[in-house]
Nanobody, 116 residues
Framework: QVQLLESGGGLVQPGGSLRLSCAAS????????MGWHRQVPGKERELVAT???????NYADSVKGRFTISRDNAKNTVYLQMSSLKPEDTAVYYC??????????WGQGIQVTVSS
C-alpha cells in the first residue's frame, strides 16, 4: 500500500508564498505523472499543476506565472512552490500520483488559506 503524505500548508497573507510537499511512503515504486489539485467547498476539484516523470509541466491558467511544480524522482516527492498568493487560492490542496501498474493515488488533502 502506498500513501501520499502532504505537508507545508497553512495560513499566509495575500502576496505571500508557501511550498507544498508530497512524498510517497515507499520509494520502490515507479511514479509516472504527479500533481496537485485543489477544491473549495461547493465546487468541483480542479487541476492546479502536473509534472511528468521526465519533467514536463502543465498549469491551470489561474496559477501560471505564480506557481511552480517540481519533483525529485529519487525521493518520489513532488513540490508546489506558490508565490503571489491570492485569497482565491484558498482551498484544500490534494496531491496525486500515477503509480506504474498500480493506478492513481491521492493524498488526504492539506489546507491552504490566504487571508489578511
Amino acid at each position: 500500500q502506498v500513501q501520499l503524505l502532504e505537508s507545508g500548508g497553512g495560513l499566509v497573507q495575500p502576496g505571500g508564498s508557501l511550498r507544498l510537499s508530497c512524498a510517497a511512503s515507499r520509494s520502490s515504486f515507479i511514479i509516472n505523472a504527479m500533481g496537485w489539485h485543489r477544491q473549495v467547498p461547493g465546487k468541483e476539484r480542479e487541476l492546479v499543476a502536473t509534472i511528468s516523470r521526465g519533467g514536463s509541466t502543465n498549469y491551470a491558467d489561474s496559477v501560471k506565472g505564480r506557481f511552480t511544480i517540481s519533483r525529485d524522482n529519487a525521493k518520489n516527492t513532488v513540490y508546489l512552490q506558490m508565490s503571489s498568493l491570492k485569497p482565491e487560492d484558498t482551498a484544500v490542496y490534494y496531491c496525486y500520483a500515477d503509480i506504474y501498474l498500480r493506478g492513481d493515488y491521492w493524498g488526504q488533502g492539506i489546507q491552504v488559506t490566504v487571508s489578511s
